[in-house]
């Protein structure tokens, strides 16, 4: 079955860190892929999309995501964490064959001040 | 900007009843989508539908119905709630199309007692 999958559950960091996080997809053919992030008490919201081209995808604050077609992968980074960006991030993938939006399970990011 | 609401913010229903969850959309999209939200879990797609009067099953659709009656409502409805349909329902909408992002709207946390 087609699948998304998201490492890390729950992630800790202190400010100025840098983040990756990690996302993985499990579709042999052409797809679209997404990062989603959901601020506490907020909508679910686009950071960033690939859909083909430079598979370095810049998105909003800051962030970025590597589409790696042979790893099957598309992790995203942030080079300094602010405690704002304290939330929960979604990856997500578009399957052509479906049109269905298969979600990861989701990685809880808590930045300390 | 789109917007996409939903009638409630928090709902509490007891076993065996009835429950309607509403989401209107404003950007006259074509697809809209139900899905729930569960901690650990991601989102699970419940329902979708293309256009007036249609509806497709998602990964998840049993328990639950839908309907669509004008393009703008997208209308969940749980027949006869039961105790593990409490979660947090999201309601998305998006143009036609498989490269548009989903625009989500603020969730419902339903509670089944």
């Known amino acids: 079955a087609q699948s998304v999958s998201q490492h890390n559950h729950h992630v800790i960091l202190s400010e100025a860190a840098s983040l990756e996080l990690g996302c993985n997809y499990s579709y042999g053919g052409t797809v679209n892929l997404f990062w989603y992030v959901q601020y506490p008490g907020q909508h679910l919201q686009l950071l960033l999309k690939?859909?083909?081209?430079?598979?370095l995808v810049k998105g909003i604050k800051g962030f970025e995501a590597e589409f790696i077609k042979s790893k099957f992968s598309f992790n995203l980074r942030k080079p300094s964490v602010q405690w704002s960006d304290t939330a929960e991030y979604f990856c997500a993938a578009l399957s052509s064959n479906t049109g269905k939006l298969i979600f990861g399970q989701g990685t809880t990011l808590q930045v300390k001040p | 900007d789109v917007k996409v609401t939903q009638s409630s913010r928090y709902l509490v229903k007891r076993t065996g009843e009835k429950v309607f969850l509403e989401c209107v959309q404003d950007?006259?999209?074509?697809?809209m989508f139900w899905y729930r939200q569960d901690p650990g879990l991601g989102l699970r797609l419940i329902y979708f539908?293309?256009?007036?009067?249609?509806?497709e099953k998602g990964d998840i659709p049993e328990g639950y119905s839908v309907s669509r009656e004008k393009k703008e409502r997208f209308s969940l409805i749980l027949e006869s709630a039961s105790t593990n349909q409490t979660s947090m329902y999201l309601c998305?909408?998006?143009?036609?199309?498989?490269?548009?992002?989903?625009?989500f709207g603020p969730g419902t946390r339903l509670t089944v007692l």
């Open positions: 998305a909408s998006s143009l036609l199309g498989d490269y548009n992002e989903q625009f």
């Open positions: 690939y859909f083909s081209g430079d598979p």
């Open positions: 539908s293309y256009d007036v009067k249609m509806k």
């Open positions: 950007m006259d999209h074509e697809n």
